[in-house]
């Protein structure tokens, strides 16, 4: 009987087997690397959009933090103008006082009466400071304020009325100086708009 060897058989075989897990092995690495090089490559591309999105909204946010600034500095300024403004009004409501105060003063002044010093401290306070040949007529002053349309709460300063004082001009005649404080009577805008 004839013999056959079947190893040279086995050996190409093993040997195309070998050849063919080669193959694959490298196949599949190359495979793998094109995979894991797209994977990457898409990454990439995604963070380089993403840091380019980050860039347009800095940049943004930037341009609306100056605005922002912007907006704060017109604030300011309308709120300066606002408050001027609000002075201005103030001033202009108040000029026609200071001509009915002085209107007052002089309407409600009675026969030997002479002011010496007038001012007005503050919003409304008046001071007025002056003498009389009579204590009556000091009085009658006071109730004459007090009775204006434009002065209120008229008091004496002091303890009483008055100190004597030798007049100027006959050492025998004595003057009574007096002091007194008054408020300033703010009308109601009905009657300021009458009045103007």
Do not use: C
């Amino acid at each position: 009987m004839r013999r056959i060897n079947l190893l040279p058989w086995r050996d190409l075989r093993r040997q195309t087997l070998q050849r063919n897990f080669v193959l694959h092995l490298a196949g599949s690495v190359v495979a793998a690397l094109v995979i894991g090089g797209g994977i990457h490559l898409y990454e990439q591309n995604q963070i380089d959009f993403q840091d380019q999105r980050n860039q347009y909204l800095n940049s943004v946010i930037k341009d609306l933090d100056r605005k922002i600034q912007s907006i704060n500095e017109l604030k300011k300024k309308k709120e300066e103008l606002i408050a001027r403004m609000q002075v201005i009004e103030k001033l202009q409501s108040s000029r026609p006082i200071i001509v009915h105060l002085m209107e007052d003063f002089v309407k409600t002044l009675p026969d030997g009466i002479q002011l010496t010093n007038i001012s007005i401290t503050g919003d409304k306070t008046i001071s007025l400071q002056g003498y009389s040949d009579a204590q009556a007529r000091v009085a009658d002053y006071l109730r004459q304020l007090n009775s204006s349309g434009f002065i209120e709460g008229a008091v004496i300063v002091g303890s009483g009325i008055l100190a004597q004082e030798p007049g100027k001009n006959a050492p025998s005649s004595n003057r009574y100086v007096f002091s007194i404080t008054a408020t300033i009577k703010v009308p109601k805008t009905a009657d300021a708009a009458k009045e103007n």
